[in-house]
Every structure is written in structure tokens, then in C-alpha cells.
């Protein structure tokens, strides 16, 4: 277990401060949060890179602040990689086994070890020079993980990697987590990356902790209007909210209410996923309470999906698959329905 308490850290023109955070034994724990929002600080102030203000940070029951960095029993993975590149691939998994004068047979059974469990025995002759993307970093993990450490530090690790060779290392970090049940902190301002590999994740913002959750109450219960913008919501509105009846409630966003479930009132804030909301030609007959008439104001095409802004006003952003744009014949100028559940209606 890691255990980070009112951490803060100084580094001149930016301040990281108010850190609080439990991150559970063998939990694969996400940082989360825009370019400058003190991600990288935050992973390099626990592995002793950075001094510290003040605050604690426990590592499997032990404060560590005091320790050097070889004394933290941590593994850190940069997006760069950092390979030697005069040293083989087997030379580069080994060199942290040999700072530590490990005996030579042992280095070489850890050594072979790993790679199999990264699945580049094959590899182990070349030159890092001459691998791709994808292989440097597997061999970078690689390295991090032969020494056998109390936590893994993954400092945007897939932010260098084409689309199709991200999406592989994903699965194989996910497999690797599995198999080697490490505690995992992985930084990415990537909100994608965070849903696929992470079990929880805390969202940075100007060097502060601005919500911590699982993935799926990052997406759906955004803690504030930048959590909401991150996690791209796109649907966020200020609004008056009321007591209604069933356990409903009422939110006026300049003079259309909306149903929601909320035991809030008066002035509010409201998300609503794209992905949430319905497009129709005619009102649809369902369970959900909220079936309003629009006109299409933009479409955006982004390869398989279609983001489809309707006016009402005000704008609702829809995201729909490519196939549902076309058998609805949609356009600019065209009336359409926008329905959506009161539950999936968030007010904060």
C-alpha cells in the first residue's frame, strides 16, 4: 500500500500541494490530468526525485521521504525509455541487477524470466536502436520489473506510440499487471487510457487533486465543471434546480426543464454524457423521462462515431455510430428528438 499524506512539492514556478492519497497493494492506480497539472512531479516526488515541502509519503508501511531513491524499492518507466543503446537488450534488463552485485547466474535466470513474461525472449541479442516503438518500451518495463520492486512508476509510457501499438501495449500491461501483481501508478493526461487500465484514478489539476474515483465515476459523476470538461462531458450547464415528485427532481437551463435525480436545489451545475443521449426523427416512446424537439445545428465526423450537435436551444452534443447517422438520414437543418434517462442527467 502507498500512502501519500499532505504531500507538497516546490519546484520554483509551479507548487504541487494538499496531496492526499491511499493506493491499495497490487492496484493498478491512474494520475490523471492536463499538460503543467503536476502529474510527472507527483510520480518523481515519490520515487525521491524531488524534494519535498512537506507531507509523507508510506510505502508498504514505512515513511520514505528521508530515503534515497534506490531505497524506495520503486521502478520508473519514462515515456523516452532511457535504453542504453551501446548495451543489448539483455545487458539493459540486467543493469539494475548488477548495481546491485546480484550473482551472475541469478542475473541471468531473472533476465530470462522477465522477458518471457513480457514475451521478448527473442529480442534479447539485439540493440535497442533497432527495435520499435513498442518492443523499446516492453524492454523498459522490462528492466523496471527485474529488480523486483514494491511499486511500478509509468510516466506516460504510451503517449510515443501509434494508435494500433498503443492499443497492444494496453493489453500488455493489463496481462503483465495480472501476472506480476504489482502496485501500478501510470500518468497519462490520456482519459481513454485511464478507462482501459485503471482500477481508480485521481484527476490533477494546476497541482491539486481535483477527484479521485474509479474510472466509471469519473465518466459519469464528474466532481466539478473541469472534471467534467476533461472527462469530456461536453454537455455542461448551469441551471435552478427543484423539488419534484417520485424521487425526481427538476433543473431549469434557461426555460427547458430537464428531469433528474438529485436531491440538490436552487442553483446548480449539470453534465450529460453524448454517448447518453438518443437522436430521433419522432418522439420515442421509452422509460426515459426527458424527450425534447431540436434541430441539428453541426456535425462533426470522427471516423467510426458522429458527434451531432442539436439546437434547442441550448446545444446538446449526441455522439452516434456512423451506421445510426446514415440510416437517419441526418443533416444540418433537419428536426430531430433528443432523448435521454434522468439518471444519466449528473448535478453537482
Not at 503536476?38 to 524531488?50: P, Q, R
Not at 537488450?89 to 548495481?99: M, P, Q, T
Not at 495480472?178 to 500518468?187: A, C, L, P, Q
Amino acid at each position: 500500500m502507498i500512502v501519500i499524506k499532505n504531500l507538497k512539492v516546490d519546484v520554483g514556478d509551479f507548487l504541487l500541494q494538499d496531496i492526499n492519497l491511499t493506493i491499495n497493494s497490487g492496484e493498478y492506480f491512474i494520475i490523471l490530468g492536463p499538460t503543467g497539472a503536476g502529474k510527472t512531479i507527483l510520480l518523481e516526488a515519490i520515487a525521491g526525485l524531488y524534494p519535498v515541502l512537506g507531507g509523507e509519503v508510506w510505502i508498504d508501511g514505512k515513511e520514505v521521504i528521508r530515503l534515497s531513491p534506490e531505497k524506495r524499492r520503486i521502478g520508473i518507466v519514462y515515456q523516452d525509455y532511457m535504453l542504453f543503446s551501446h548495451l543489448s537488450v539483455e545487458e539493459n534488463i540486467a543493469f539494475g541487477l548488477k548495481l546491485r552485485k546480484c550473482h551472475k547466474g541469478k542475473v541471468k535466470e531473472k533476465v530470462n524470466d522477465i522477458a518471457e513474461v513480457m514475451g521478448i525472449t527473442h529480442l534479447l541479442h539485439r540493440k535497442p536502436q533497432s527495435l520499435s516503438g513498442g518492443e523499446k518500451q516492453k524492454v523498459a518495463l522490462a528492466r523496471a520489473l527485474v529488480v523486483e520492486p514494491a511499486v511500478l512508476l509509468l510516466d506516460e509510457p504510451l503517449s510515443a506510440l501509434d494508435p494500433e501499438t498503443k492499443e497492444r501495449m494496453q493489453s500488455t500491461l493489463r496481462d503483465v499487471h495480472r501476472r506480476v501483481g504489482i502496485t501500478v501508478i501510470h500518468v497519462t493526461h490520456d482519459f481513454e487510457e485511464a478507462i482501459a487500465l485503471g482500477h481508480r484514478v485521481a484527476v490533477l489539476n494546476d497541482g491539486r487533486v481535483a477527484q479521485v474515483g474509479t474510472p466509471e465515476e469519473i465518466l459519469r459523476k464528474p466532481a466539478s465543471e473541469f472534471v467534467a470538461h476533461f472527462a469530456l462531458s461536453r454537455n455542461i450547464f448551469n441551471g435552478e434546480a427543484e423539488e419534484g415528485e417520485d424521487g425526481h427532481a427538476f433543473v431549469d437551463i434557461g426555460g427547458i426543464k430537464l428531469a433528474t435525480v438529485t436531491e440538490l436545489t436552487g442553483k446548480v451545475r449539470l453534465s450529460l454524457r453524448p454517448e447518453d443521449i438518443i437522436i430521433s426523427k419522432e418522439p420515442l416512446h421509452s422509460t426515459a423521462r426527458n424527450c425534447i424537439q431540436g434541430v441539428v445545428s453541426d456535425i462533426a465526423h470522427r471516423g467510426a462515431v458522429v458527434y451531432v450537435t442539436v439546437t434547442l436551444p441550448p446545444e446538446f452534443i449526441c455522439l452516434i455510430t456512423r451506421q445510426a447517422f446514415e440510416e437517419l438520414e441526418l443533416r444540418e437543418e433537419v428536426s430531430v428528438w433528443i432523448t435521454f434517462k434522468a439518471s444519466a442527467v449528473h448535478v453537482f
